[in-house]
């Protein structure tokens, strides 16, 4: 597999999942910088779900046609081995909306 690169869109098999992690094979965004995922095998994903509704910590966007959110409260590490095969891109302005996201999650 070539390495996941940040924006990049992969069917990714999440389980087994605990609670109310999101489970199934579904897709993810990669939203770990590319630094990272070029030296790591792990990387950090955010899933992506057409069944959600509207949250603070979620971003809307539209992947292959489908509408739906990038679930960014639910970002996790995950093994490079369980990205089943890429899907596609997200376009740059919705990256950087998610992105802008996460840094509000973190802000202090």
């Known amino acids: 597999m070539t390495t996941p690169a940040r924006g990049e869109v992969y069917l990714c098999a999440l389980d087994p999942a605990i609670g109310s992690e999101i489970r199934k094979t579904r897709p993810v965004l990669v939203v770990s910088p590319d630094e990272l995922n070029e030296h790591w095998r792990s990387c950090l994903v955010a899933p992506m779900t057409t069944g959600s509704h509207p949250y603070p910590f979620r971003t809307s966007c539209t992947f292959d046609g489908t509408e739906g959110h990038v679930v960014v409260d639910q970002i996790r590490a995950v093994d490079t081995a369980r990205l089943v095969r890429r899907l596609g891109r997200l376009s740059p302005s919705t990256?950087?909306?998610?992105?802008?996201?996460a840094r509000e999650m973190f802000a202090e």
Do not use: F
């Open 95 to 101: 990256m950087a909306q998610v992105l802008a996201v």
